[in-house]
């Protein structure tokens, strides 16, 4: 087997194993989520079953201080699994887990989205999206002081996963290996 051969070969090897090995990479997925009230939009990136990062983005969230006013809630998703409260004296219990292969995906737990870190785990936004049963979600927000916000919704969530550019590398490699393949064996053929 001459070199160019050799070099082909391996290149193809090395890109099979790559594309077959399992990875324990993030899956990063984008969340929208509607009710009669309120609407969120996110992120969340899961690796092994576990949220591990995220953002949400809640409008229609009412007021209770002043009936009939809306404001936004927003957050980062906090890590590992607790108690997060609110200056209400809300507590929200979350896990982060995320059955990608159940419905729903997220169980009562849900996951925690929080801002304004106060002290040990109060915050002064704390949001928490969890699972109901098939195809329902809940949306919780607390917020204070001064606001006071305590509100659930419930509606249907929709995930989208967002494509790993990991992926679009292999398929421009793979491509580029077939070309430079091609093109060796085209100029020993002569």
Request: one cysteine or more.
């Amino acid at each position: 087997m001459n070199a160019s051969k050799l070099s082909a070969f391996s290149g193809a090897a090395l890109l099979v194993a790559l594309i077959a090995s399992p990875s324990a990479l993030s899956q990063s997925f984008t969340f929208d989520f509607t009710s009669a009230g309120m609407t969120a939009v996110g992120t969340f990136d899961v690796t092994d079953g576990v949220a591990m990062d995220g953002t949400i983005n809640v409008s229609g969230v009412p007021i209770e201080a002043t009936p009939g006013t809306f404001t936004t809630a927003a957050g980062t998703l906090i890590p590992g699994t607790g108690v997060i409260t609110d200056p209400n004296g809300d507590d929200l219990t979350f896990d982060n887990v995320v059955s990608l292969s159940q419905n729903p995906l997220l169980n009562g737990n849900g996951l925690a989205f929080a801002s304004g870190h106060i002290a040990n785990n109060e915050y002064q936004t704390a949001i928490n999206l969890f699972g109901n049963g098939p195809g329902s979600y809940g949306l919780f927000v607390g917020m204070g002081p001064g606001e006071y916000v305590y509100n659930q919704s419930n509606g249907p969530l929709i995930v989208t996963e967002i494509p790993e550019p990991s992926i679009y590398a292999a398929v421009i490699g793979a491509a580029a290996l077939a070309l430079a393949f091609t093109c060796g064996r085209r100029r020993t053929a002569y």
